[in-house]
């Protein structure tokens, strides 16, 4: 069985930055494919960045684009979410996934996701 630990989320000034870990403490099925989602009161999940850790390739929705970094750490099993020029709008609670496969644009594939971290909540102020 997968466990994710989350960490890194707090309050932050607009503009500010932040960095989210999301570590892999029980490593029992495929994680290929590493992912960031968020969600918002009142709003649909929405995905933010995936990462494919066989070859480093990344995945990032347009609203993050330039702003935010999806990065590994093999040795620590460890993908971090370096989170910049925060905007209010990026305030939502954001959730860590592990799948066993990245689409074919390093998005994760839905249907093998095994583990969803319990979230940390990233709160940015105007």
């Known amino acids: 069985q997968v466990q994710l630990v989350e960490s890194g989320g707090g309050s932050v000034q607009a503009g500010g930055s932040l960095r989210l870990s999301c570590a892999r403490i029980r490593y029992a099925y495929w994680s290929n494919c590493m992912g960031w989602f968020r969600q918002a009161p009142g709003k649909e999940r929405e995905g933010v960045a995936a990462?494919?850790?066989?070859?480093?390739?990344?995945y990032y929705a347009d609203s993050v684009k330039g702003r935010f970094t999806i990065s590994q750490d093999q040795a620590k099993n460890t993908v971090y979410l370096q989170m910049n020029t925060l905007k209010p709008e990026d305030t939502a609670m954001y959730y860590c996934?592990?799948?066993?496969?990245?689409?074919?644009?390093?998005?994760?594939?839905?249907?093998?996701?095994?583990?969803w971290g319990q979230g940390t909540q990233v709160t940015v102020s105007s």
């Open positions: 996934a592990a799948g066993a496969y990245c689409t074919g644009d390093n998005r994760i594939a839905g249907p093998t996701i095994n583990t």
């Open positions: 990462i494919y850790t066989i070859a480093d390739g990344t």
